[in-house]
């Protein structure tokens, strides 16, 4: 693959490359970017042409200490992500392929403060578990592809400042070399409007972005400055469409 392309091709690409792919949705708190979970669809979509049946998300809640069991059906929510209707839709477009669901998420310790819950201590716990139930996801049916979608960073091969993300944890536990897209990259996190060099990456590449519906994914070591810097994972997709709401 070569330069600029749809969000489709890399897939397909990613597939191609490695049988765990993880992609990610942008979000803080409640608040979440559409356009990452409207993406997820078509990576949804584009991973079936590939083959994949399977789905872990981050979102299903916790398998406890049991073994991973496949979901069937959409689970009931009455608040959190899983009620939001673009979450929705990406959930039932898996299902209505004849995918199943994986749950991944650690068991949350509801003996633990708030404060304790936000502690970098806390964090690497709750990375760690979820790489472990990963693998465990992989191992209940070792030779079929699994599409892994997750919030934000969780995802990356690197961390930094002593944060270890699922990614590190799950790809020096299986082995696997996880192919990651990002598609965070450009989202605005802050409310204030884009950072400098996301407006001028985003009005150099109008026309690419135009030609691919406004969203084009690129292999990171195929991607201009500073995206080619972005550690950690393998391919990022650029919007024009960067809004938390």
């Known amino acids: 693959m070569d330069g600029w392309c749809s969000v489709e091709e890399l897939t397909q690409f990613g597939f191609a490359s490695s049988p765990v792919v993880m992609a990610n949705e942008a979000h803080n708190g409640l608040a979440r970017c559409v356009r990452t979970r409207e993406v997820g669809v078509r990576i949804i979509q584009a991973a079936h042409q590939a083959g994949v049946r399977r789905l872990a998300m981050e979102a299903l809640p916790s398998p406890g200490n049991e073994a991973p069991e496949p979901i069937r059906e959409a689970p009931s929510a009455a608040g959190g992500y899983l009620a939001q209707p673009d979450m929705r839709r990406l959930i039932a477009t898996a299902l209505e392929l004849g995918w199943s669901l ?22 690497n716990w709750r990375e760690l578990e979820q790489a472990k139930n990963l693998c465990q996801v992989v191992a209940a049916a070792p030779g079929d592809p699994l599409l892994v979608w997750c919030g934000n960073s969780h995802a990356s091969r690197e961390g930094g400042s002593g944060w270890i993300p699922m990614g590190r944890h799950f790809a020096a536990t299986s082995g696997i070399q996880h192919f990651v897209i990002d598609q965070d990259v450009t989202v605005d996190f802050t409310g204030q409007g884009p950072d400098p060099w996301v407006r001028d990456l985003l009005a150099e590449l109008g026309g690419t972005l135009a030609a691919h519906g406004g969203c084009a994914g690129i292999l990171r070591e195929q991607a201009p400055p500073p995206l080619d810097g972005r550690t950690g994972v393998d391919a990022v997709v650029v919007s024009t469409d960067n809004e938390l709401t």
């Open 102 to 123: 994986w749950a991944y998420e650690a068991s949350v310790d509801l003996g633990k403060s708030e404060a304790e819950r936000l502690s970098l201590e806390y964090t």
